[in-house]
């Protein structure tokens, strides 16, 4: 199996930035794609980015133009960049990754609060 686990979440005023780690370690080999997802109190998990392999990214637009996923292969890791943060990023959010053909993310964290102020 695949263990992920994040790093680097916190408490941010609007308009700062952060940036959130995932580490991935076990059968990596598993692993095509990565993501990230978040979930505010009473809401339902939402996707927030992923990366296909190494470069082929996507965000939702709440986000595009301010969150920058990348991927380090080699190191089995996954950063989420997050410029110009927003009060209604606030979230705890979680690193997933799916092996290839898989339709539902199969490998999740535990996830890191992450907290903006106004």
């Known amino acids: 199996q695949v263990q992920l686990v994040e790093s680097g979440g916190g408490l941010v005023q609007a308009g700062g930035s952060l940036t959130l780690s995932c580490a991935a370690s076990?059968?990596?080999?598993?692993?095509?794609?990565m993501a990230w997802y978040r979930q505010s109190p009473g809401k339902e998990r939402e996707w927030v980015a992923e990366?296909?392999?190494?470069?082929?990214?996507n965000y939702r637009d709440s986000v595009q133009g301010r969150f920058t996923i990348s991927r380090n292969i080699a190191k089995n890791t996954v950063s989420l960049r997050m410029n110009n943060l927003k009060p209604e990023d606030s979230a705890v959010y979680y690193c997933?990754?799916?092996?290839?053909?898989?339709?539902?993310?199969?490998?999740w964290g535990q996830g890191t609060q992450v907290t903006v102020s106004s």
């Open positions: 990366i296909i392999s190494g470069s082929n990214a």
């Open positions: 997933a990754a799916k092996s290839p053909g898989v339709t539902s993310y199969n490998f």
């Open positions: 076990g059968r990596t080999y598993m692993i095509h794609t």
